[in-house]
């Protein structure tokens, strides 16, 4: 396979190839879905939405609660007889993550079932062959930024609440039992619904099959299973993606409940499952 | 380098592609040829590893394509001008897909340059036109300066300038000496930019051979006349009639003649008074060779090319009888 002589070299084409030796890796690939990810004006829409819609259902949540109790403060009733409980101003600080997690969801379906909608994966497993790199790469710039969004949405929800709780005598400091874990937390949570999220997307390779998938998972079915009064679907409901990670994100654990570590796990367990389904999927199908 | 071994595709049942082998040799232009659906796309998605054969094996540059250290480096191709994420910049694309192998944003300019992208690369690809589609595939399958280029119906919707602009890029890439594999359901495309042609039909291989193979085999050139009336063209018909001249009478007043030349048939008119409105000579013959070899693939099971010169040559004389 000899160069032959240049001949009607069309105009710029560079006479040097690039330096050798400089093939595919997983670095690259990372570098390469960056790129990728933040050239997409709807994931800026997405992550934005995400961070406003947090923030916002959580001030509000804030602002309701602290203003109840407030008034019943004034009349002089106990906020237990009434079900209201000053730890459930505190969870507003994350209050508003069952939105959140369904918009950087949709934007974990995105990342990968838009290539498929638009073709540009032909591109990226031409470039990648392996098929794996890109999957794993995606999954980890869409966990990374999801858990900065989560743990950035739970403080700044936090910060801007206790001004308006403030004016009903009712702010609360970070030293909160469990508090800070559990924005923190917030970001982990965020992480693992976007990875399942990105697998539901790989798995359906449809945009709108993706996120509602999504919906099913994270809304439908814990709802409509929590209708149904059979013990052994009442026993399986803890362990749905969403019940067990809402447990990253409590203050108290009641007895009998999944602690923090397990709801994590088992959430964590959901998105292994679904991501290693995902890889055999795009490992095994045509492109 | 692109070696191709008893490659068979089957989806749900249905044969795409039936055990074809094949050989693109460096250093030229070589053409895919074939009707829609023939199998061609397939073919060149399976050199890419994009489908996986349901038989045989495809190497390029002697390895399969994704066990390629640096694919794009070895292997560059235009495979589908829709390959691009519609809401992002082809500046941005190409920098992505640069940025696997650690290609650097020289190269990502020097491609755009290249392609003619210049005042559309900000621009999102979703408003790109066919072409500019087409060009920005073209950018990206150079990216990796690689080796073999392979380029699916890369004219398609490209204004005449950049059809020139593509035949141009694909002998200077082959004269390089890189491996130039086209795909195209135009014969008169690949009788101006190929050296060598493989014709499928049908997920078969019809013809392998050097487009002056697939043109000598054709046989002569043939020339179009068309007269004023009927009556004209039977007058004629019978004036030129002779051993070695073949006429063909396509409708009312309009013959196809080979076998002798327009200033003969010219000359027949005027002594038999017969009022000639066009005399042309017809040069698209690899047309014609491309459409017998693939009117009825049935026939063909193999790329025995002297065969089919049997059957062409045998087909024609039976049509000039």
């Known amino acids: ?287 | 380098m692109i070696e191709a071994q008893g490659l068979v595709k089957v989806y749900g049942g249905k044969p795409a592609v039936q055990d074809i082998s094949f050989t693109v040799q460096p250093g030229k232009v070589t053409g895919f040829l074939g009707p829609n659906g023939a199998g061609k796309s397939t073919t060149m998605r399976m050199i890419m590893g994009l489908d996986a054969p349901t038989a045989g094996r495809v190497t390029v540059n002697g390895l399969p394509y994704a066990r390629h250290k640096a694919p794009l480096r070895q292997v560059g191709a235009l495979l589908d001008a829709k390959a691009v994420h519609t809401s992002r910049s082809a500046y941005h694309h190409l920098r992505a897909m640069a940025a696997t192998h650690g290609i650097g944003r020289k190269r990502v300019h020097d491609v755009i340059e290249l392609t003619g992208l210049g005042a559309v690369a900000n621009k999102r690809v979703g408003g790109f036109s066919l072409g500019m589609g087409q060009r920005l595939g073209i950018a990206a399958a150079l990216l990796g300066d690689p080796q073999t280029v392979i380029l699916d119906e890369p004219v398609n919707g490209l204004d005449p300038e950049g059809v020139l602009w593509v035949r141009t890029l694909a002998r200077s890439l082959a004269a390089e000496g890189r491996t130039v594999f086209l795909s195209s359901h135009l014969m008169s495309e690949m009788s101006q930019t190929a050296d060598h042609l493989i014709v499928i039909g049908r997920g078969r291989i019809i013809a392998d051979a050097s487009v002056q193979e697939i043109l000598d085999g054709r046989g002569r050139a043939r020339t179009r006349v068309r007269t004023d009336s009927a009556e004209g063209a039977n007058l004629l018909t019978g004036a030129l009639a002779g051993p070695g001249v073949t006429i063909e009478a396509r409708e009312a007043g309009l013959l196809e003649v080979s076998g002798i030349e327009p200033r003969a048939i010219a000359q027949a008119a005027l002594e038999h008074r017969v009022l000639v409105c066009e005399l042309t000579p017809l040069q698209a013959s690899l047309e014609e060779a491309y459409l017998d070899l693939t009117r009825d693939e049935v026939e063909y099971h193999s790329g025995d090319l002297s065969g089919i010169h049997d059957d062409i040559a045998a087909g024609t004389a039976a049509a000039g009888k």
């Open chain 1, 1 to 287: 396979m000899s160069t032959s002589t240049v001949q009607n070299r069309p105009a710029g084409t560079p006479a040097v190839r690039p330096a050798a030796g400089s093939g595919v890796n997983f670095l690259r690939t990372l570098h390469a879905e960056w790129i990728k990810f933040t050239t997409l004006r709807s994931t800026w829409i997405l992550l934005a939405t995400t961070v406003v819609v947090m923030v916002g259902i959580g001030l509000l949540g804030g602002w309701g609660v602290g203003s109840g109790l407030e008034e019943l403060a004034a009349e002089g009733q106990d906020p237990a007889a009434v079900g209201l409980d000053p730890q459930l101003l505190y969870m507003m600080t994350t209050g508003g993550i069952d939105f959140g997690q369904l918009i950087i969801g949709s934007l974990g379906v995105l990342l990968i079932a838009s290539e498929y909608s638009t073709g540009m994966i032909r591109s990226t497993m031409t470039a990648v062959p392996d098929r794996l790199s890109p999957l794993f790469a995606k999954a980890l710039v869409i966990a990374l930024v999801a858990a900065v969004v989560g743990v950035v949405s739970s403080f700044a929800t936090y910060f801007l609440m206790q001004p308006i709780l403030a004016q009903y005598g009712q702010e609360f400091g970070l030293d909160v039992e469990n508090l800070v874990p559990s924005m923190l937390l917030s970001g982990v949570y965020l992480a693992l619904a976007s990875l399942i999220a990105l697998a539901l997307g790989a798995l359906m390779r449809n945009s709108a099959g993706g996120i509602v998938a999504l919906v099913v998972l994270f809304l439908i079915v814990p709802m409509v299973l929590g209708f149904i009064q059979l013990d052994w679907i009442q026993d399986t409901l803890p362990y749905l993606p969403s019940n067990a990670g809402r447990q990253l994100l409590a203050l108290q654990i009641a007895d009998g409940d999944l602690t923090q570590l397990q709801g994590g796990l088992v959430m964590a367990a959901w998105s292994a499952v679904l991501l290693a389904a995902a890889a055999v999927v795009i490992k095994r199908r045509d492109v």
